[in-house]
């Protein structure tokens, strides 16, 4: 069972996120024709967010990856459908551990939430892009990709 409760007119998420990055650039996630989002999903009772990310990146990319640093801690407020969301989500490092997947272009792959299959596109996507512009949320998370800090760093994102 997720860590994500929802009633009438509010929803609360704890979710992680894994950062991959390999030859300069990073491994994201996109619903087709969408924006692109950190790897990861909802952290399930009991398990650890290394547990999860290792889970997520095995169900949704068939991927081995090994957890390294925490490089951020996000509260996140966004709309969920029509309702209001405040999602806290810890981010994480994390590299590969064989070389299973595709390492460069796009490739597809799906995640089941809330009973809906959601086909995804995998891209890997040049840090520079990132330096120029291409949006991915939480937007307040690209800076500290692109210049991890010395320790971790906490962000506030409010899209509502």
């Known amino acids: 069972m997720d860590i994500l409760f929802k009633n009438s007119d509010f929803v609360f998420s704890y979710r992680v996120g894994g950062i991959l990055i390999r030859n300069d650039k990073i491994l994201l996630q996109r619903p087709i024709n969408d924006d692109y989002a950190i790897i990861g999903g909802h952290v399930a009772r009991m398990e650890t967010s290394a547990e999860t990310l290792k889970r ?76 120029n512009g291409t949006k991915v949320y939480p937007l307040e998370l690209i800076p500290h990709i692109l210049e991890p800090a010395n320790g971790i760093v906490h962000f506030i994102s409010k899209q509502i």
Do not use: M, T
């Open 56 to 131: 997520e990146f095995e169900e949704e990319l068939h991927a081995k990856i090994a957890v390294d640093d925490l490089l951020a801690i996000g509260e996140i407020y966004f709309p969920w459908g029509n309702r209001p969301c405040h999602q806290i989500c810890l981010y994480y490092k994390v590299h590969l551990l064989d070389e299973s997947i595709p390492l460069d272009g796009v490739f597809h792959g799906y995640d089941d939430l809330d009973n809906e299959r959601i086909n995804l596109d995998f891209c890997w996507v040049p840090l520079e892009d990132l330096r």
